[in-house]
């Protein structure tokens, strides 16, 4: 069991979580069941499954979750390029977030790599 708190890639998957909620604030109201409400819930569900892998018994699981975090990670970014392309989001603040994402998906590849390395799964 990990102590989540500690881990780097929860640590920004929350700050990446936060940005995206504060730049879908500005998304019109009409959104706000739609792509707003995907939007937000693919960035929670990223530090949330390594929270909840971090939690379980054994790496395996943990590798589970993390591989639920990538798949959000991934459906994150694709729910942005649509709001890009809709015009919801500007292309810096897109590129911005972009760039988090893609260090975050990068490091849960890795340390999932590593995880299942050390376990022999």
Do not use: C
């Amino acid at each position: 069991m990990h102590s989540f708190k500690d881990l780097k890639i929860w640590q920004r998957s929350m700050e990446l979580a936060k940005a995206v909620y504060e730049t879908t604030a500005t998304f019109p109201g009409n959104e706000r069941y739609g792509l707003t409400s995907q939007i937000n819930r693919a960035a929670v569900s990223i530090p949330s499954n390594i929270a909840e892998g971090a939690g379980r018994n054994s790496p395996k699981e943990f590798a589970h979750f993390l591989s639920i975090a990538l798949g959000s990670a991934f459906e994150l970014e694709t729910q942005l390029l649509l709001a890009n392309s809709f015009g919801i989001i500007t292309e810096s603040s897109l590129s911005v977030l972009q760039d988090q994402l893609e260090q975050i998906q990068k490091m849960i590849y890795s340390f999932k790599n590593s995880i299942i390395k050390k376990s022999n799964i």
